[in-house]
């Protein structure tokens, strides 16, 4: 079964004109939010959606524009839709989430002093496949982003690669596809300076033109419309618009 792939955002951390960079994956009624940052309730809402849509959330790694937006989610969630959805998110990210990221907005004493008091936390082991509705099944590839701090990659259904946030590394790329047969490729892509962080575009221009038609260009700065065309075959995401996976 296809699913659908919606990226809510495009936009680098810090972009002025695109959202965050998070998704919705649907597998027909189910819908699975990847990420959720700073400008994820207004772009729901800007789509005509809510956080009232979402079934699960699953969160990448811990900057703003992937978790910001959770403080919101949580106390919607338990105040105004009562319910609790499911949290996936690496073992190794649960406790640092809480502790260092949203205590300090969510906890009110008696009624929330720990994730589980607002979400059905699912711990994820990283490289292996979990399903996480009839129609997704997905996996966790711990990748590089900043050092000390950890971060992960998804590979969905065995073929889409969706990257997050990640420094180069062309030798992951090449094997997901030429051993594992990944047929798309979403990764960030950082428009211009050197990749300190995040992929460069100019990084991504020197795969293989195999990789490059496979590849769509996402987590991109507010000057993308400068680039069109020169992706070497590579295509951006556009926000708002549905991918078919
Ligand atoms: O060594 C660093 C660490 C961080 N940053 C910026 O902070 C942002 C945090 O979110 P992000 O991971 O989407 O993008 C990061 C960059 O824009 C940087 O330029 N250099
Ligand atoms: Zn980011
Ligand atoms: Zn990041």
């Known amino acids: 079964m296809n699913l659908e792939l919606q990226m809510i955002g495009t936009g680098s951390a810090f972009a002025k004109n695109y959202f965050n960079n998070n998704?919705?994956?649907?597998?027909?009624a189910f819908t699975l939010l990847i990420d959720c940052g700073v400008t994820a309730p207004l772009a729901l809402h800007r789509l005509g959606k809510s956080f009232e849509d979402v079934d699960a959330v699953l969160i990448t790694h811990i900057h703003a524009d992937h978790v910001g937006g959770l403080e919101e989610l949580g106390f919607k969630m338990k105040f105004t839709y009562k319910r609790k959805i499911k949290l996936y998110i690496a073992e190794t990210l649960t406790e640092i989430l809480w502790e260092h990221t949203l205590k300090g907005g969510l906890y009110q004493e008696g009624e929330i002093t720990c994730l589980e008091d607002l979400f059905e936390v699912c711990p994820l082991a990283p490289n292996?496949?979990?399903?996480?509705?009839?129609?997704?099944?997905l996996e966790l590839i711990p990748n590089r982003h900043?050092?000390?701090?950890?971060?992960?990659?998804?590979?969905?259904?065995?073929?889409l690669f969706y990257s997050s946030d990640m420094v180069f590394d062309p030798?992951?790329?090449?094997?997901?596809?030429?051993?594992?047969g990944c047929r798309m490729i979403m990764h960030d892509c950082q428009l211009e300076g050197p990749g300190n962080v995040h992929t460069t575009l100019t990084e991504l221009r020197s795969l293989p033109e195999r990789i490059r038609g496979m590849t769509y260009l996402m987590h991109y700065g507010d000057n993308k419309d400068d680039f069109v065309g020169k992706?070497?075959?590579?295509?951006?995401m556009e926000q708002g618009r549905i991918y078919t996976v």
């Open 23 to 28: 998704a919705l994956l649907r597998d027909g």
């Open 128 to 137: 292996k496949p979990y399903d996480i509705s009839d129609h997704i099944r």
């Open 146 to 159: 900043i050092p000390g701090k950890n971060s992960y990659s998804l590979y969905i259904n065995e073929k």
């Open 171 to 180: 030798e992951l790329l090449e094997r997901l596809v030429e051993q594992r």
């Open 231 to 236: 992706t070497a075959g590579m295509t951006f």
